[in-house]
């Protein structure tokens, strides 16, 4: 699956159009390494969003279907961290 499709169904970020804008900025980074929108992405792998409000690192937990529903949407990731975390422990 697509990295921009995966952050758009699983509600890491709301559209689809913002996930490419993300993607392009270097902003979306899979496993390390800054990633375009059209990577493909497996399960396992680790997912880092810097944003506005933070930065949030996800592990892929599942791959959606087209027929997942909005509601089961945080099923597709484990959360692994976030830039906070990041912050409170430096201090």
Do not use: H, W
């Not at 980074?29 to 997912?47: A, T």
Request: proline share 3%; with cysteine.
């Amino acid at each position: 699956m697509r990295l921009d499709l995966f952050l758009k169904r699983s509600r890491l970020i709301p559209r689809r159009a913002l996930a490419q804008q993300a993607c392009a900025a270097g902003a979306v980074s899979v496993n390390g390494q800054v990633s375009k929108g059209g990577k493909s992405i497996k399960v396992g792998d680790l997912i880092e969003c810097r944003q506005r409000k933070g930065t949030q690192r996800v592990k892929v937990a599942r791959l959606p279907d087209s027929g997942t529903p909005k509601t089961e949407a945080t099923s597709l990731y484990e959360v692994q961290g976030s830039g906070e975390d990041d912050r409170e422990q430096e201090r």
